[in-house]
């Protein structure tokens, strides 16, 4: 996601000592975007301003969820200008747009995703909005549901336009409890959570390797083992499986599989 900036006004961004940012005074970035809406319903609101070259509601891959933001693109630095003074704040359909230059992406950028844990089951994204906000700028949030009941897991993922946002976020709230919570709230860079988790995944793929199991991923398919043909080899395999059943306890759960701990 590329970022935004809040004021409209990118002549002072740096990233380095005094090096200043160049970026594109016609492409605009959106945020705030209703989730049903189209680019055919951007259309309606940015053509009239000037001639526009393109626009883009950025979805997921896969679902075509909207992630409530885009870009729109016009063919003169003076027809986004005048976008950014008319449209900016517009009350769209319960959404108030946000319009301003879209820029490269920059350090300020950096770690500004956060991934949040132990949230309360019946929050919503208004309360979580409320719980963030005063930290700085919510870019884009979103509390993930349960597939098959579509209640809340108590996870969320909320963007902030800079890092220092996030970092204040983290610092503030990690390790809080929530009223109806039952732990107490994590809150950390979603980059992080990621890399974490494949570490964890790889030491544990590992870990099997060493104990002489094969990585879960790359099992083959269990096959029962089967008695042999003859009489005299059957009666052996007979005996060998009731001593190994009898010497596992009456009370134990018995699983021909190899993954069995």
């Not at 900016?88 to 820029?103: A, D, I």
């Not at 083992?225 to 190994?244: E, K, V």
Request: aromatic share 10%.
């Amino acid at each position: 996601m590329q970022p935004e900036n809040p004021k409209g006004n990118q002549s002072d961004l740096n990233v380095g000592a005094g090096d200043q940012v160049e970026y594109d005074k016609t492409k605009l970035i959106v945020n705030y975007i209703p989730q049903f809406a189209t680019e055919e319903d951007l259309a309606l609101i940015f053509t009239p301003i000037g001639r526009v070259e393109s626009i883009k509601i950025m979805r997921d891959y896969n679902t075509g969820y909207s992630f409530g933001f885009g870009f729109v693109k016009y063919f003169t630095p003076e027809d986004a200008a005048k976008a950014i003074q008319q449209i900016n704040g517009m009350n769209y359909k319960n959404k108030r747009l946000k319009v301003s230059y879209s820029r490269p992406p920059g350090t300020d950028m950096k770690d500004s995703n956060l991934y949040i844990t132990n949230l309360p089951k019946d929050i919503t994204e208004e309360e979580v909005h409320k719980l963030f906000c005063s930290y700085g700028e919510i870019v884009q949030k979103s509390v993930l549901k349960d597939k098959i009941t579509g209640m809340p897991r108590g996870v969320a993922f909320v963007r902030f336009s800079k890092g220092n946002e996030a970092q204040a976020a983290i610092a503030d709230l990690d390790g809080k409890m929530l009223e109806n919570a039952m732990l107490p709230l994590s809150v950390r860079v979603a980059e992080d959570h990621g890399r974490q988790k494949a570490q964890y995944l790889d030491n544990w793929g590992l870990s099997m390797h060493n104990r002489g199991f094969m990585p879960f991923r790359g099992a083959m398919p269990f096959r029962k083992m089967q008695p042999p043909d003859n009489l005299q080899s059957r009666s052996r395999f007979q005996n060998y499986h009731s001593n190994n059943v009898r010497n596992m306890g009456a009370g134990d759960n018995y699983l021909q599989n190899p993954f069995f701990c």
